[in-house]
Nanobody
Framework: QVHVVESGGGLVQPGGSLRLSCAAS????????MGWHRQAPGKQRELVAT???????NLADSVKGRFTISRDNAKNTVYLQMNSLKPEDTAVYYC???????????????WGQGTRVTVSS
């Protein structure tokens, strides 16, 4: 079984910073990719950033230059450093891990419960 747990959300003023963390645990072979999505009230969930096990990253245009995604493969942990936060960044942020449970099989997505980020003065 695979568990994905996020932490680090909270309330921050516009222009401030937050760092989200997400750790995957359990019995598996590898995690080819990890990432962050977010869902604002009344909106669909959207991709924020992804990172592969080799460090290749992809960020949404709306967060480029402000957010950075990084990963510690030894800890099966992914981080999202969010700077210059705006009110429109307010959302529940969900971590996902594409996990290959057994060598040679397809990776399956596992999701965390989400952590709320509120940007407000």
């Amino acid at each position: 079984q695979v568990h994905v747990v996020e932490s680090g959300g909270g309330l921050v003023q516009p222009g401030g910073s937050l760092r989200l963390s997400c750790a995957a645990s359990g019995n598996f072979f590898s995690i080819p990719a990890m990432g962050w999505h977010r869902q604002a009230p009344g909106k669909q969930r959207e991709l924020v950033a992804t990172i592969t096990s080799s460090g290749r990253t992809n960020l949404a245009d709306s967060v480029k230059g402000r957010f950075t995604i990084s990963r510690d493969n030894a800890k099966n942990t992914v981080y999202l450093q969010m700077n210059s936060l705006k009110p429109e960044d307010t959302a529940v942020y969900y971590c996902n891990a594409a996990v290959r449970v057994v060598s040679g099989t397809y990776a399956r997505n596992y999701w965390g419960q989400g952590t709320r980020v509120t940007v407000s003065s």
